[in-house]
Structures are given as structure tokens and as C-alpha cells.
């Protein structure tokens, strides 16, 4: 924490006979604190002042010793008889802040922090504290220098970029990776601060043969720094820069919003500013904050602002200004469109005249856009007023109860917006697109295509998408699949969201990368580099409570926390941690739950699963075995583990208990009534005897505008994979005969428990649709092995001891490079 820990042994008043002692004790004391031996460091201070008492240095250093020792009321009396005998003493001012803050008292540690950069401008750590208390520092920023020539370091030349080299202006089509952030057990906002991290995964991402990163938001200016020194050392291969301008919706709708706007211009300017080195930005709640002098901008391909826009937000401000209908700025103008159009046309336009009248610099500049607001006509795909007209006319019962977005009615097009002559870097079409949703993507037969990857409609989409962007670059700014266990959407071709085993992974991202440059498109993001446990999806999501606690777990069911090109994996270590097929030492290492004669149960937990492994019992080869589970008490039995053969079993649930069903039709787990999970056409349920299977409806029934239906499909969540999960991720169990074990691993979404890490399970439905949770004291197992020829009972075990796992609240995990990751190295490379 401290970076000028000064030789203060030295200022020692004058009059003192033993001076020259008592700069060896301070000295040595400062030895003794470095190394973090703070009783020793401690001793030699307060020798120090015996020898010279009210020592300059001993006050500084027992100063810092009280602080380390939680004493912060003794360590104020220490630096204020610093600053009272050397009031030029910089490092003492410093701790005096510090011992302030501790106390409560921010003004007072503000006021010391003051007068400590006033003494040492570049004193770092000062500032930053300043910063962290969302306090200027009151210092001058770097003064801008303004170049006399336009400063144009990347352009759009057609239907594509370009990039100025000392070669020239060349061709460049971007292979980027989208750079989330959020490690295991953060928050999104909780960024890292080291240098290293962000340069060992810059150094990873061009080792990818990537060469863009884009980013959504502020990042610490470590980040920046570490991308300033990647490609200075590299400039043969340096990676480039898309950053974005993060917002939140507006209130109501309302783009106009007098401190909502300003907000968001203000991020504009923080954003230009920094990539420019001249940024100083206070601590905000929720972002990264610190001085930012690392320059970028000759780096920065372009800037993309906003989000995914809702279009019940752009429909809201579509009817509020209906009289706005063009737009005529200094680099961007729009002749006529809508009103949303107008708005994203002015505010890219700022952005533009923030950094040329700044700077005197210029780059391409998009806003986010995604299919959902594209600008093209899908007639699969009604609104929600025309689909309820639609079930009226060809006679199918109304559905009061949609509530999905309407995908179809409200658009933002970027055609509309020219570049003025003053425009030197151009406009482009940014898009997140992924190959499952929306359904009109699978569902409109105008996107039958085929490309060089065979049948795809997803190529169908892309090039429709170009087709209408003729002219102007197209970026994907998002694309790929997970590789989660559980599935959101699915998908005709097999492109779904979710469900996908690492290798089916890479295939699939390796192929979508191809694609995209097949249909034209001046270059492609992929979704992403970590997988990020924060995250949620629409089918797990209402079973992610508390939701501030899902960073803490791993949700294997859960499509959006596994779209990483690097792996974020619970436990310790990939040896470490039970795979089905994997070091049966490792399973038997697991704690005995409850013993027989004849069967041994063990169980275990992590962030990710419950294990269950059996030994001892009758073989497989003659046995089927039956695992009852009660997660919330012993008279509620839930879930019943059916391990039949390799090629049948699953995990059933009570129906009582079964979140996707629930005790009233239409229920969903939290009132949603069922989102998406509309009955039409579908075996929903399969009803065995006490238990039903673990299907949720993915896609809903759909009805075109010219009236064909499509009949809503889903998955068995519950049924299980049998094989060895070094040949399949998704693997959920297996026999290792020679071993004699049968091993499982359940993903804790499929236990309806809510979070693992503080061993919370839904308890019951209320009246209002919505569920209740408690936490648990505990699992309770029993365990039947039936005879496979005559079916009666072989070996029966009743754990009568619970199964408590331990809680946490920083999760264990570990991370490797998934295939994935060396798929897009071969396709980049090959470019």
C-alpha cells in the first residue's frame, strides 16, 4: 500500500545526543515492516523515540504500526505529532488520512490527502484514495495537446474498415473477442486492478490471433495500461480497441431525460478522455475509477454506445416525440426516420464533436443494435396485439399471460444516418446476432440458405442483414454458443442456446466466425472471454435466489455464464475436483455418508454439483439402482435419482415440487405464469407413477402472420449423460466397472437449490404464484439396488445422517482454456 516509505530515520531533531541511534532503530524498524514482521518493526520504533523522544521518524513509523494493528485512534496521535514537528512531510500527512478514514471521519482524511499531493504530486496513492472517496483531487490533468492535423487513426472505407499504417491506409477485418471481466465470486463491477491479469489475458487473446478486444464499459486504467504496453511491444500485431459507452434504460422511456441524458454524455466524454490518457474519474458506485494516463487512441478502432436497447423503451419514446423525425448534426445526419433513430444519430454525433473539438481525433462510431429492433420485416414473427388477433381468427384460445418482447415492431436502422463531409472516419452498423433468438431467425423461410458450411439459417439471416447495410460495415458484435449443460433456446440446426459439450462448442463458434465473414460482414466479436458466474438466463433465473449471491456458484444449467473462451471451473483444481470416468481416487475420497454390509454411499459438493457415488454394491450388470432424495426435510421426498442403464437415466422430481409445472396449470416459478412454457402441442410431462420428468418448454407455440403454427418444443432436463467427461463436458455420470463405482454429479439447478453457497432450496409455491426458500440443514439419501432380470430389491441403504456440505462465501474454482479457444486460433490464423 505504501510506495514512498522514506528513510525517515534520518530527520531526527537536532538537539537530541543520540540521534544517530535512533535513525538505526527507525531504519531497521522500516526493514521490519516491509518484510510484514510488524511486532519487530514495532519494537525498533519505539526504541527509537525512548532514545530520542517525539523522533520524527519513530511517530511516522509507530503511526503505520498502530494502523496495521487496528489501532487507528493511537495512530492519529502518532501523525499529528508528525505533521506538528515536519508539517512537509508528505508519507505522514498520507497515513494521517488513512487513520482518519478508518475513524469515520472522511473530510478530515480528504483534507490530509490534500495537503499530501500538494507536498508530492505524483504521490499515487493519495490521489486514489481521493478518487475512492468520489473526490477530485483538485491537481491539473495532463494538458492537452492539440494536434494541427487531423488525428484519424482507423476509417470505414465501404463495407468495411480500414486502419493507417506507416504503409498506408489497409484493409481490416476485425476478429475480436468481448472482454467481460467478472471472476468467480465478483460482482460485474468488481473489476481487477492488478497489470498482470489483463496483460496475461491480452497476451492469451493475441495468442488467439485475435486482433480486437472490445469492452463495455470503463475498465481500471490497469487495463489500459496493459493494452498500451502490449502493443507497443508488439506493433507488428497489436490489438485494437472497440469500447463501449455503457446506460441503463431511461425512466419511462424518456431518451430526453434532463439528468439521465447528461449522465450518459458525461460517460461519452470519461470514455474519450481516457482512451486519450486524460483521464481522472472519482469513484461511482458500480464502476472503475482512477487516474487514467495511458494513451490508447492510436489504437481505438471505433467507439459502439448503449445496449441492447428494450423495444418497449424505443417504442415509449417512439410515441412520446412522434414530431422527431430528422436530425441534422456536425459529422452525422439523418434526413428522416423515426424518432429513436434521431436520438442515437445525435448522441454518436456528440460523441464525435466531444473528441474532435478535444482532441482534434476522429474514429467510426456505432450504437448498439441486436435483431430483436432490426430493420428488416419477419413474418413469423406478430406482435403480441397481432397474435391474440391471429388465435381469435383461426381459433385457438387467447393467452393473456405473453409476456415476451415484441420482436417485430419497433426498429432501429442505421441506413438512415449519413456522414457529413466533416465525417473523416465514417459510420457503421454495430449487432449482436446469435443464431437462436429471436424464433423468426429459425422460423422465416427466407432464410433457408445454404453456405459453405451446408444448410444454415442463420447464414440466411446474416446475409439479409448485409444486404440491407449494402454499402456500410456491418460488425457482429456479439455471436457464439455456450457450452452450459442446460438449455434456454433451441435451435433446428443444432445451434442452441445451451447444451453443448466443449468440442460441439468450438465446432459450432469456429463456424459462425466463418459464416459471418462468408455473408459479408466487416468483421466478428465473439461472445466472450470468460464465462462469468454473475449472469442469468430466462429459465434459471427465477431460481437464482438471492440473485447477488449467483456469483458465488456455478450454474451449470445456466446458458449465459458459459460462453468463455477460458473456463471458469469450481474446485480447487481440474485433478482435484470428481469427474464421471475420471481418477476414481478422487471419488473415493469423497466423505462416507452411510454404510451397509454391502453398499457404501459417499456424497460431496462444490460450486458447481452434488456428487453421489455408490461401492460395494451389487453390480451394474445385474442391478438398476433407485437414489431417494429429500432436500428440505424428511417427510418431503423430492427427487428420485433413476440409473437404470447408460442409455436411461434421469433425475425425477416430485410434482408437487417440480418448479416448470406447479400445483395450478399456468404456474411458473415465480409468477411468470409460465413464460414461454405454453402447452400447444407438446408432451410437456412424463408421469411416472410418484415422480415427473424435469421438461421445460424452451421455444413456445408461435403462430405466423398468415396463420401457420409452430408447435412449441422443449428438454428433459433431467435426463442424464452417461460417458467420462474427458470425452464429453456434459457427462453426468458414469460406471467405472473396473473401479467398481457408480458415479454421478448433479447440477444444483436441477435440486431446485437456490444457492449452494448458503445451502438455500425453494421450499413450496405460495398462493401468488410466487415460491419461498429456506435453508436447509441438510440432503437425506436412500438407496435401492433392484435385481435387473426379476426387480426385486437387492441392497437397500438409508442414510439416516444428513448430508450438510459447508457454505462459503468465496467459492473455490480454478480455469483452463477451452477447446474453443484453439478453434478460433485456427480460423483467425488462417486469415
Known amino acids: 500500500m505504501l510506495v514512498l516509505l522514506v528513510a525517515l530515520g534520518s530527520q531526527v531533531a537536532a538537539p537530541c545526543p543520540r540521534a544517530g541511534r535512533a535513525a538505526g532503530e527507525t531504519d531497521a524498524g522500516w526493514g521490519f515492516y516491509r518484510r510484514g514482521a510488524i511486532a519487530d518493526a514495532a519494537a525498533h520504533f519505539a526504541a527509537a523515540d525512548s532514545l530520542c523522544p517525539g523522533d520524527h521518524g519513530a511517530q511516522v513509523g509507530l503511526g503505520f504500526v498502530r494502523l496495521r494493528q487496528g489501532e487507528a485512534r493511537a495512530a492519529v496521535e502518532r501523525f499529528l505529532g508528525a505533521v506538528g514537528g515536519d508539517a512537509g512531510d508528505a508519507e505522514a500527512w498520507y497515513g494521517l488520512g488513512l487513520a482518519r478514514l478508518r475513524l469515520g471521519q472522511r473530510a478530515a482524511a480528504a483534507d490530509a490527502w490534500r495537503r499530501t499531493l500538494r507536498l508530492a504530486p505524483g504521490y499515487e496513492d493519495a490521489e486514489l484514495q481521493l478518487l475512492a472517496l468520489g473526490i477530485d483531487s483538485g491537481l491539473a490533468r495532463r494538458l492537452v495537446v492539440r494536434p494541427v492535423n487531423p488525428d484519424v487513426a482507423a476509417r470505414t472505407a465501404g463495407d468495411g474498415f480500414e486502419i493507417h499504417t506507416t504503409s498506408g491506409w489497409l484493409p481490416f477485418y476485425v476478429k475480436g473477442i468481448n472482454l467481460g471481466v467478472a471472476l468467480p465470486g465478483r460482482f460485474p463491477s468488481d473489476f481487477p486492478t492488478d497489470d498482470s491479469t489483463y496483460g496475461r489475458w491480452l497476451e492469451l487473446i493475441a495468442g488467439a490471433r485475435a486482433n480486437a478486444v472490445r469492452i463495455y464499459t470503463i475498465l481500471p486504467p490497469a487495463f489500459y ?175 393473456p399471460r405473453l409476456k415476451e418482447y415484441d420482436n417485430d415492431r419497433e426498429s432501429l436502422d442505421a441506413m438512415l444516418v449519413r456522414a457529413t463531409p466533416a465525417n473523416l472516419a465514417g459510420y457503421f452498423a454495430s449487432y449482436h446476432a446469435y443464431p437462436y433468438y429471436p424464433d423468426f431467425i429459425d422460423l422465416d423461410s427466407a432464410y433457408g440458405a445454404g453456405s459453405a458450411e451446408g444448410r444454415s439459417r442463420y447464414f440466411g439471416y446474416l446475409q439479409a442483414l448485409k444486404q440491407h447495410h449494402a454499402g456500410r460495415p456491418l460488425l457482429i458484435a456479439e455471436y457464439g454458443v455456450p457450452s452450459s449443460r442446460g438449455v434456454s433456446h433451441l435451435q433446428t440446426e443444432g445451434l442452441s442456446h445451451g447444451g453443448h459439450d466443449e468440442r460441439a462448442m468450438a465446432e459450432i463458434d469456429a463456424r459462425l466466425t466463418r459464416e459471418v465473414r462468408a455473408a459479408g460482414a466487416a468483421g466478428g466479436v465473439l461472445f466472450a472471454w470468460l464465462d462469468e458466474w454473475f449472469k442469468h438466463t430466462w429459465v434459471t433465473i427465477d ?180 460417458g467420462r467427461s474427458s470425452e464429453s463436458t456434459l457427462a453426468d455420470w458414469y460406471v467405472d466397472r473396473p473401479a467398481g463405482l457408480v458415479e454421478v454429479r448433479i447440477a444444483w439447478g436441477l435440486l431446485n437449490v437456490t444457492d449452494p453457497s448458503s445451502r438455500r432450496v425453494m421450499v413450496r409455491y405460495r398462493r401468488n404464484g410466487t415460491f419461498e426458500t429456506a435453508v436447509t440443514d441438510g440432503f437425506r439419501f436412500q438407496v435401492t439396488a433392484l435385481d435387473r432380470s426379476r426387480g426385486g430389491v437387492l441392497a437397500r441403504l438409508g442414510a439416516e445422517q444428513t448430508y450438510a456440505w459447508p457454505t462459503w462465501e468465496v467459492p473455490t474454482w480454478h480455469e483452463r482454456l477451452k477447446p474453443a479457444y484453439d478453434a478460433m486460433r485456427d480460423v483467425w490464423g488462417s486469415w
Open 225 to 399: 495500461r496493459s493494452l498500451k504496453a502490449w502493443n507497443d511491444a508488439h506493433p507488428d500485431r497489436p490489438l485494437w480497441l472497440l469500447h463501449g459507452v455503457w446506460t441503463e434504460l431511461p425512466p419511462g422511456g424518456d431518451y430526453d431525460a434532463v439528468t439521465w441524458k447528461a449522465a450518459f454524455r458525461a460517460e461519452m466524454r470519461r470514455v474519450v478522455d481516457l482512451v486519450h490518457g486524460h483521464g481522472l474519474i472519482a469513484a461511482r458506485p458500480g464502476h472503475a475509477f482512477g487516474r487514467y494516463d495511458g494513451d490508447v487512441s492510436d489504437h481505438v478502432l471505433g467507439f459502439i454506445i448503449g445496449r441492447e436497447w428494450e423495444p418497449f423503451s424505443i417504442r415509449a419514446y417512439n410515441a412520446r416525440r412522434r414530431d422527431r423525425t430528422a436530425f441534422a448534426g456536425r459529422f452525422l445526419a439523418l434526413d428522416r426516420g423515426t424518432p429513436a433513430d434521431a436520438w442515437m444519430a445525435e448522441q454518436c454525433d456528440y460523441l464525435l464533436s466531444y473528441e474532435w473539438d478535444t482532441y482534434h481525433a476522429q474514429r467510426p462510431v456505432a450504437y448498439t443494435n441486436w435483431p430483436t429492433l432490426d430493420p428488416l420485416t419477419h413474418p413469423t414473427e406478430p406482435t403480441l396485439e397481432e397474435e391474440q388477433r391471429l388465435r381469435r381468427r383461426y381459433g385457438f384460445p387467447p393467452n
Open 543 to 722: 431460481l437464482e435466489v438471492p440473485a447477488e449471491r449467483s456469483r458465488l456458484w456455478h450454474n451449470v444449467e445456466d446458458a449465459e455464464q458459459h460462453y468463455g473462451l477460458m473456463g471458469e471451473y469450481a474446485g480447487p483444481s481440474a485433478g482435484g475436483t470428481p469427474e464421471p470416468g475420471g481418477d476414481p481416487a478422487v471419488w473415493r475420497a469423497l466423505p462416507v455418508l452411510a454404510r451397509s454390509d454391502s453398499l457404501v454411499l459417499r456424497v460431496g459438493a462444490d460450486p458447481s454439483y452434488l456428487y453421489v457415488v455408490l461401492t460395494g454394491g451389487p453390480g451394474f450388470d445385474s442391478a438398476r439402482y433407485v437414489v431417494g432424495i429429500d432436500t428440505y426435510r424428511r417427510n418431503r421426498g423430492q427427487f428420485a435419482l433413476v440409473l437404470n442403464d447408460t442409455n436411461d437415466a434421469q433425475l425425477m422430481v416430485a410434482p408437487w415440487y417440480n418448479p416448470f409445472l406447479g400445483p395450478r396449470p399456468g404456474m411458473g416459478p415465480t409468477g411468470l405464469d409460465r413464460f414461454y412454457n405454453e402447452a400447444a402441442g407438446v408432451d410437456k410431462v412424463q408421469n411416472d407413477g410418484e415422480f415427473d420428468s424435469l421438461f421445460v418448454t424452451t421455444n413456445r407455440w408461435r403462430i405466423a402472420r398468415n396463420g401457420r403454427t409452430y408447435p412449441a418444443r422443449g428438454v428433459n432436463r433431467g435426463r442424464l449423460r452417461h
